[in-house]
């Protein structure tokens, strides 16, 4: 059977396209539904209060980075969106007095604009906010050097070269409005998946590279971030791929309730549970890792009830 056009742009594949049935299934989930469908190699946790959620986020860092040794090297990939833990974590690295220097950070992603990265001085560069909200604020004594701090770029070979002899012990992330992780979009319909999108076992061995990004990426980075300027939003960036996200010992992923809305994060956690695997929503390949952890702010699963505003 042909699937159907995306509704929210026909040119492309998306969640839009998934079977009826599906997504009205997935609107029905209540919380506690949600809650249970954690099962082995994926796990749903809940928190009750956006304080012990972003600290929980930022722990994460100091999890992966305590154990570090200049022969044993360990890190941790992280996002863009959210950002709330970044200044937690440089403050617990601070007052704990931990020694991070051997280890190592991937930032997930990068804006791609005029043949080339956006520059650090760019208002949207995902690299000045890492800097800025995070490491620039740890102790000189007790922070890494520069040399393992790993950003994507438009050259993006010594990127996917930092991934060896480092061990990720998390790959950490938001999930977009398009159901991504990073900037791993669903494909344009178009050439060889003008009828179907792209099967699992293509779409995972995709590594860091130069994508172009979904309307609703750029919309909603434009709503989070640019103020509403959907036309301040580059239409291309770098992004880390699946190939480098099966590396990563876990993968958590954080759900406040103000980057995706309430089907969304119902969506994704139902068919990662279940195992319903389809490239027009990225995130549900998570189903294939034998690690990922989904975290929600309870309050900010919410309803899928219509509701006229």
């Known amino acids: 059977m042909v699937r159907k056009l995306s509704a929210i742009a026909p040119q492309w594949w998306d969640y839009t396209t998934l079977n009826d049935d599906l997504i009205e299934d997935v609107a029905k989930l209540t919380l506690k539904d949600l809650e249970e ?74 804006w791609y604009l005029d043949g080339k990265e956006v520059d650090p001085t760019h208002p949207l560069s995902f690299e000045r906010a890492d800097r800025e909200l995070c490491f620039d604020r740890i102790q000189k004594n007790l922070v890494m050097p520069d040399t393992n701090l790993h950003f994507p770029k438009a050259d993006t070979q010594p990127y996917k070269d930092s991934w060896s002899g480092v061990q990720c012990k998390v790959m950490q992330g938001g999930q977009g409005d398009v159901k991504h992780w990073a900037f791993n979009d669903p494909l344009a319909r178009e ?32 709503r989070t971030s640019g103020g509403g300027n959907i036309s301040l939003v580059p239409t291309q960036a770098i992004t880390v791929g699946p190939v480098e996200t099966w590396k990563a010992e876990r993968v958590s992923i954080w759900h406040a309730g103000t980057h995706d809305n309430p089907f969304g994060q119902r969506l994704t956690a139902f068919m990662i549970s279940k195992k319903i695997i389809d490239s027009s929503v990225p995130m549900s390949l998570l189903g294939l890792h034998p690690n990922v952890r989904f975290n929600y702010f309870r309050k900010g699963v919410g309803s899928c009830n219509v509701e006229m505003h």
């Open 37 to 110: 469908l954690s099962r082995p190699g994926f796990e749903v946790v809940m928190y009750d209060t956006l304080e012990e959620f972003y600290l929980a986020e930022a722990l994460e860092y100091v999890e992966s980075w305590r154990d570090s040794t200049e022969d044993n090297p360990t890190g941790i990939c992280g996002p863009i969106g959210p950002t709330e833990q970044l200044p937690l974590v440089a403050r617990l690295i601070n007052e704990l007095n931990l020694d991070v220097r051997s280890a190592h950070f991937w930032g997930m992603d990068e």
């Open 191 to 222: 050439g060889a998946h003008q009828d179907a999108p792209p099967s699992p076992e293509e779409y995972l061995k995709l590594d860091t590279r130069i994508v172009d990004l979904h309307p609703l990426t750029i919309a909603q980075n434009a």
